[in-house]
């Protein structure tokens, strides 16, 4: 398979198989956090998840004024060792009785500013890696195909050790995978001479120009500007249906909720993982038909979710609704490339971040609220609904973006 063969150079391989381990340490770290909030404050779970939410849109936004004067090699090595050491911390405080929600607090804000760091380093030291052009859409299909891949692996070591390892025990696993990838990374830099980029602007100047650079390049692009404000209601329904509203649903309504949230959760990335590896060896022709049948597609899921009556339902609706995932992501980069210039290009992906983050600070912000007014299952519906409606909204593109 032609996306594969990326791997026949090490530095590639290595760096693939650090986030192979990182991606799928921070499954463990995903649950446990929502879990162990849970076991804490109830429904208000959420609002930690809305802080994380809003630490990584911060980040975003402001924090490549620390890391834009480092090389992106020392960035991500940096990044993962600061998540494994807070991870460690609350490894301690969960085995000597002081776990507490400031703490987790604190430490989930501390691991949301360093992985908005982390991104964006590891996508800018991709082209260094691989200058050809064709093995770079082949390394691009490889690298995106990596948390796909963890969204397997996770939740089905998760149902694998459940019965001898709890939540509050998975920090571990996760730390362990973030040193793993620190020193996969620390290896490739050297194998790599990696050039150090002078800066053009400074200070508040870069963050200003990183933001409304953005903004800028998507002027005028109906196609763009859909496509960033779907990915926001998108992530908003993933984080209110999926990654809370469904923990909250099974604890209430399954025997075995851990088991049944990871045996859907394996669902969704297998089904993540097929639509990958088939959909990055076809170019999309029609870039809005692709993100129109996203939002279609992950909205019914969505909505159909709290009425699986059996586990067997359950992860086949979430298999369903993971088709989404490369149909989006795959258009959007395919318009991207298409459309703007590297400079810029880097700028709208920046600004494709904050649309991500954007939706699950709102996301997780509203759902406490929501599931307290109208109750678990509804909000997980409408969450649902509104992705769906948002794919029909595309739609009404056909007149305006006659280049879609």
């Keep these: 398979m032609f996306m594969l063969l990326p791997l026949s150079r090490r530095p590639i391989a290595l760096l693939w198989a650090g986030q192979v381990l990182a991606a799928t340490g921070a499954q463990f770290y995903m649950v ?3 879990w162990i909030a849970a076991d804490l404050i109830g429904k208000d779970a959420g609002y930690v998840s809305a802080l994380q939410a809003a630490a990584l849109l911060a980040g975003s936004l402001f924090g490549g004024i620390l890391t834009d004067r480092w090389r992106f090699g020392a960035t991500m090595i940096a990044t993962d060792l600061v998540r494994a050491a807070l991870l460690l911390m609350l490894s301690v405080a969960v085995i ?17 500013l360093a992985t908005a760091a982390f991104e964006p380093a590891l996508q800018a030291i991709l082209p260094v890696i691989v200058a050809e052009p064709d093995l770079r859409h082949a390394t691009n299909g490889l690298f995106d195909a990596t948390k796909r891949l963890a969204r397997i692996l996770g939740p089905s070591l998760i149902a694998l050790i459940n019965g001898f390892l709890g939540p509050d025990q998975f920090f571990i696993v996760t730390a362990i995978a973030f040193l793993l990838s620190a020193a996969a990374i620390g290896w490739v830099t050297h194998l790599v001479d990696e050039p150090r980029e002078p800066r053009g602007l400074h200070g508040m100047a870069a963050v200003i120009d990183g ?10 692009q109906s196609l763009m500007i859909y496509g960033l404000v779907a990915n926001m209601i998108g992530n908003l329904a993933w984080s209110m249906g999926l990654i809370l509203g469904m923990v909250l649903y099974l604890r209430e309504t399954s025997a075995d ?15 993540n993982l097929g639509a990958n590896l088939v959909l990055a060896n ?9 993100l129109i049948a996203s939002k279609l597609i992950f909205g019914a899921g969505v909505l159909l979710l709290p009425l699986a009556t059996h586990e067997a339902w359950l992860m086949a609706i979430a298999f369903f609704a993971a088709i989404n995932g490369p149909l989006e992501n795959l258009a959007m980069l395919h318009l991207m490339q298409q459309r703007f210039p590297p ?14 983050f954007a939706g699950q600070l709102l996301a997780y912000l509203a759902a406490p609220s929501l599931f307290g007014w109208i109750g678990l299952a509804p ?6 609904a509104l992705a769906f409606a948002s794919g029909l909204a595309g739609f009404f593109l056909r007149q305006k973006d006659a280049t879609a």
């Excluded at 933001?211 to 005028?220: A, C």
């Excluded at 400079?343 to 991500?356: G, K, M, N, S, T």
């Design 32 to 34: 446990a956090i929502v």
């Design 96 to 112: 000597e009785h002081a776990i507490s929600l400031p703490l987790l607090i604190l430490a989930a804000i501390g691991i949301a």
């Design 211 to 220: 933001v409304l650079g953005g903004l800028r390049g998507i002027k005028g």
């Design 257 to 271: 909720p851990l088991t049944d949230y990871s045996l859907m959760m394996t669902a969704y990335g297998v089904g």
């Design 282 to 290: 076809v170019p999309p022709r029609s870039p809005r038909r692709w």
């Design 343 to 356: 400079q810029r290009l880097a700028q709208v992906y920046r600004l494709q971040l904050c649309a991500i």
């Design 379 to 384: 909000s997980i519906m409408a969450a649902g």
